[in-house]
Nanobody, 124 residues
Framework: QVQLVESGGGLVQSGGSLRLSCAAS????????MGWFRQAPGKEREFVAV????????FYADSRKGRFTISRDNAKNTVYLQMSGLKPEDTAVYYC?????????????????WGQGTQVTVSS
């Protein structure tokens, strides 16, 4: 059984930084494309970033490009999302997800496994 467990969320002031972690078990992060999504209250879940299965290529949603960095540590079977320059509109529950396919999937339906989410709150 695949489990994804996110951590690292919390309350941060506008302009601050956080690093989210996603620890995987039952499946290695190197065998999946690993993505981050987020969902704010009353809004749909939206794509944040993905690191590809086949190499370390990455893809970001435009509004996160330059502020967020996704990375993968295969030895620790963990994926990270480094967030800087945080804004109040970044407040959301952040989810880690795994997609077995190739490429850089950016749609939620492409992901088979999901974590429980970690709350990020950015105060103004």
């Amino acid at each position: 059984q695949v489990q994804l467990v996110e951590s690292g969320g919390g309350l941060v002031q506008s302009g601050g930084s956080l690093r989210l972690s996603c620890a995987a078990s039952g499946r290695t992060v190197s065998s999946s494309s690993m993505g981050w999504f987020r969902q704010a209250p009353g809004k749909e879940r939206e794509f944040v970033a993905v690191v590809g299965k086949d190499d370390d290529s990455t893809f970001y949603a435009d509004s996160r490009k330059g502020r967020f960095t996704i990375s993968r540590d295969n030895a620790k079977n963990t994926v990270y999302l480094q967030m800087s320059g945080l804004k109040p509109e970044d407040t959301a529950v952040y989810y880690c997800a795994a997609a077995p396919g190739h490429g850089l999937p950016s749609f939620a339906y492409e992901y088979y496994y999901w974590g429980q989410g970690t709350q990020v709150t950015v105060s103004s």
